[in-house]
């Protein structure tokens, strides 16, 4: 039987300043972003894609995570209570954040870029696809650091016991979504982007890969206490999720018929 090991959420102290592991997995996010795209740019040859643009491309998509998130989970997970306490949407050091918020908020931000920088839309999507990926495996880590989303119970030899939770053996879900949202995401989009694709389907596949591996991944994934199982037994990220595949299988359909 496995135990968290109960890490310290603070990496390192200096004085009264605490730098969290969670925001250290953050800025490896970013700094993998920056490293990839450098290392995309060389292989796409836009002219219109350079190192400058991709700074600002950072800089926007973090507007888009941090106001996306929030917003995706005042609205997805918690209305009720925020419709009642409204002031205390802004209280996100308290926490409560959505990646399908956050995702749809790097989306217009995307637009919004794309159109001041003149460059279609989904050009920009098939660029950055590849490069969040890895991103997101550094945050399931840092959840995985902090003993936080884990999983449903579980009689595997692998079960792992949170004890801020309970004494019960559980998935370590973050490790599950570490793996396959992360790593195995990030593999098959860079794969599949080395080659000349038809505008739009590396976004399509990126959303047909996440939607589904996020959909497996529930339902090992403890569901929010506060929300439990809506619909045909289905948690709130499955809901969330199946948009994102049919956007996805949608959008890669258009767009090979486009090229066609």
Known sequence: MLVHPQFNP???QLGPLAVHWYGLMYLAGFATFLWLGRK???????????????????????????LGGRLGYVLFYKAGYYSAHP????AVWQGGMSFHGGFLGVLAAMAWFAHKQQLRW???TDFIAPLVPPGLAFGRLGNFINGELWGRPTDGSWGMI??????????????????????????????????PRPVGAVSGLFLIGYGSLRFLVEFTREPDNFLGLLSLGMSMGQWLSLPMVIAGVALMLLSSRRAA
Not at 41 to 52: L, N, R
Not at 176 to 184: I, K, N, Q, V
Request: aromatic share 12%; glycine share 4%.
């Open 122 to 124: 989904l050009q920009l």
């Open 10 to 12: 603070v990496a390192l």
């Open 162 to 195: 949170f004890p801020q939770a309970d004494n019960v053996p559980r998935h370590p879900s973050q490790l599950y979504e570490f793996a396959l949202e992360g790593l195995l995401l990030f593999s098959l989009l860079w794969l599949f982007a080395r080659k």
């Open 87 to 90: 002031l205390e949407i802004l």
């Open 40 to 66: 995309r740019i060389t292989k796409i040859s836009h002219p219109q894609i350079t190192a400058k643009l991709l700074d600002d491309l950072l800089f926007y998509g973090v507007l888009g995570v941090i």
